[in-house]
């Protein structure tokens, strides 16, 4: 008889505890399809913050796209067209990689964005602009976050072509001869480092037939199967 008390309050503790784990696995449940829904969200909004088209230029063709890792990423590019008073019409072209992955990368990238765009016709040079953003990304994030840009002023009537490059990764212009021009970084990455250090500026010209190539990483440290990068040098033979 005590023996089978002692199974029956067992059976019975058993019962209690399987219970609490249904009841535990549901709202761990509820708490994933909330968080993937506001996930899905997040991505939704991200997305809205790219061009919605690419800047229409005669006798250029302009084309972008991202794909984030994840539902949300730090990845960014942008197209605006800039007309200053002289009344030459400018096209600022951006490639943008914020440190990070995911949702903290995310909400970085809106910050970018956000402050290019309130620059954008307050700056004097490209130089300026990203020595600017540098520094309001420097007082608006996280010490461990920064952003490697490629920054590129056209004018497109005559090709000539202003380069910033703020960290980031070599971009390539392969002419139209089968030619490759390494576009280098200028400066140090957006946000990293105090206020008032100077970037560089690289000029050059875009020739008829000419091919400008702005990237992030995302494209030459992508894998195989067997753990391989594609690497720059593949970019480039593909390009």
């Known amino acids: 008889a005590i023996e089978n008390a002692r199974l029956f309050e067992r059976t019975v503790e058993a019962g209690r505890e399987r219970e609490r784990l249904m009841a535990l696995q549901q709202r761990t ?72 992955k995911g949702l903290p990368a ?38 461990e976050k920064y952003v490697t840009a490629a920054l590129l002023e056209l004018t497109p009537h005559s090709g000539a072509a202003r380069f910033v490059g703020a960290g980031h990764l070599d971009n390539v212009v392969i002419s139209a001869e089968g030619g490759v021009r390494s576009l280098s970084s200028t400066g140090a990455p957006l946000g990293l480092l105090p206020p008032g250090l100077p970037y560089e500026l690289a000029e050059f010209t875009i020739e008829s037939g000419d091919c400008l190539v702005l990237y992030s990483d995302g494209v030459s440290d992508a894998q195989n199967g067997a753990d391989e990068e594609f690497g720059e040098a593949r970019l480039v033979d593909l390009l």
């Open 29 to 100: 449940e509820l708490a994933r399809a909330k968080l993937e829904s506001e996930m899905d969200f997040a991505a939704r909004i991200q997305t809205a913050l790219f061009p919605a088209e690419m800047p229409r230029l005669d006798g250029y063709e302009l084309s972008a796209r991202n794909r984030p890792a994840r539902q949300c990423g730090g990845d960014y590019y942008d197209a605006r067209m800039i007309a200053d008073r002289s009344g030459v019409d400018r096209v600022l072209l951006c490639v943008a990689d914020v440190s990070g």
């Open 106 to 143: 995310a909400l970085v990238m809106s910050n970018m964005q956000a402050t290019l765009r309130a620059l954008l016709g307050r700056t004097h040079s490209l130089t300026d602009l990203a020595a600017r953003a540098s520094d309001l990304l420097y007082d608006s994030t996280a010490p």
